[in-house]
């Protein structure tokens, strides 16, 4: 799809026929289908133009044993880069409420700068639990995206749900931008990762609050390779029980707090502060 030359009343199939809204192109598609985001037209100084829009991936299940047909949906934004930014590439900002909202399994986005400053949310991966009438916290995943803004990225519940190599930076004023599980219904959100991943505050603010944030049970988890500059007192906050292992992860921080991990069952194993000095618990 193409925001400059694009038109919605295109077919959608090829770069000359492309789709000029990311709604448009998610109505269309069906499950497996790929869409690729060409960024909008560059101004020096501001960079790539903004899609706004607030997008809805829709699920056509009903119930468990019902085939999911919008599964495996996946936006890719056209870059040459490899590693997230929110100034390079296609840019999307929501019009009201959230950037993206997916009902629908295994939606796969990756290579999108997202602005969700003054939105719910930025990007919501919705299940509802053991009803199975939502189940977009199920396999899918976030890559080489830059979230800016306290929208952020929630899932209600899980399963294999996968935050890889973004960047998530908090509004100017220092309101969290970062990564919040939940759990909607009776399930346990299962093996969540978040790898290789940057969290830093709002233009020279700290962020008020942990960008990593994860409420309800959560089975064998992973937390790993991730770089934290984001100058909050707790910046790892598993607030119930829960299990997996929390490593290799470093911190602008002099010294490592026991109060900057609430690890709540998780192994904490080899996070390091600027001292060069690794903390277990």
Same mark, same amino acid.
């Given at each position: 799809?193409? *925001?400059?030359? +694009?038109?919605?009343g295109n077919t959608g199939l090829s770069?000359?026929?492309? $789709? =000029? #809204?990311?709604?448009?192109?998610?109505?269309?598609?069906?499950? +497996?289908?790929?869409?690729?985001?060409?960024?909008?037209?560059?101004?020096? @100084?501001?960079? &790539?133009?903004?899609?706004?829009?607030?997008?809805?991936?829709?699920?056509?299940?009903?119930?468990?044993?019902?085939?999911?047909?919008? =599964?495996?949906?996946?936006?890719? +934004?056209?870059?040459?880069?490899?590693?997230?930014?929110?100034?390079?590439?296609?840019?999307?900002?929501?019009?009201?409420?959230?950037?993206?909202?997916?009902?629908?399994?295994?939606?796969?986005?990756?290579?999108?700068? %997202? $602005?969700?400053?003054?939105?719910?949310?930025?990007?919501? $991966?919705?299940?509802?639990?053991? !009803?199975?009438?939502?189940?977009? *916290?199920?396999?899918?995943?976030?890559?080489?995206? =830059?979230?800016?803004?306290?929208?952020?990225? %929630?899932?209600?519940?899980?399963?294999?749900?996968?935050?890889?190599?973004?960047? %998530?930076?908090?509004?100017?004023?220092?309101?969290?931008?970062?990564?919040?599980?939940?759990?909607?219904?009776?399930?346990?959100?299962?093996?969540?990762?978040?790898?290789?991943?940057? &969290?830093?505050?709002?233009? @020279?603010?700290?962020?008020?609050?942990?960008?990593?944030?994860? !409420?309800? +049970?959560?089975?064998?988890?992973?937390?790993?390779?991730?770089? &934290?500059? #984001?100058?909050?007192?707790?910046?790892?906050?598993?607030? !119930?029980?829960?299990?997996?292992?929390?490593?290799?992860?470093f911190f602008a921080e002099t010294a490592?707090? #026991?109060? &900057?991990?609430?690890?709540?069952?998780?192994?904490?194993?080899?996070?390091?502060?600027?001292?060069?000095?690794?903390?277990?618990?």
């Amino acid at each position: 799809m193409d *925001g400059v030359s +694009g038109s919605d009343g295109n077919t959608g199939l090829s770069p000359d026929k492309a $789709f =000029a #809204t990311i709604q448009k192109a998610v109505t269309i598609s069906t499950g +497996g289908d790929v869409i690729y985001i060409n960024p909008k037209a560059y101004t020096m @100084g501001t960079g &790539f133009a903004r899609y706004t829009e607030d997008v809805d991936i829709t699920n056509t299940c009903t119930g468990s044993g019902v085939t999911e047909g919008n =599964a495996g949906i996946s936006i890719i +934004g056209v870059t040459p880069l490899g590693v997230a930014s929110d100034f390079m590439g296609p840019r999307w900002k929501h019009a009201t409420t959230h950037c993206l909202h997916t009902k629908a399994a295994a939606t796969h986005v990756e290579n999108i700068g %997202f $602005f969700c400053e003054g939105a719910t949310y930025g990007v919501q $991966f919705q299940s509802d639990g053991a !009803t199975y009438t939502m189940s977009g *916290g199920q396999g899918s995943s976030l890559y080489n995206c =830059a979230i800016k803004g306290e929208g952020g990225v %929630f899932a209600n519940s899980s399963d294999s749900l996968q935050i890889v190599n973004c960047q %998530f930076q908090a509004k100017y004023d220092g309101n969290v931008c970062g990564m919040i599980i939940t759990l909607d219904g009776t399930n346990v959100a299962r093996r969540p990762v978040v790898r290789g991943c940057h &969290f830093l505050g709002g233009n @020279g603010t700290a962020m008020d609050a942990a960008p990593i944030i994860w !409420t309800g +049970g959560v089975e064998n988890g992973l937390i790993a390779d991730n770089y &934290f500059d #984001t100058g909050t007192t707790v910046q790892i906050n598993i607030a !119930t029980a829960s299990t997996g292992l929390i490593t290799r992860n470093f911190f602008a921080e002099t010294a490592l707090s #026991t109060t &900057f991990i609430v690890q709540n069952g998780m192994y904490c194993v080899a996070n390091w502060d600027v001292t060069g000095i690794a903390e277990d618990a």
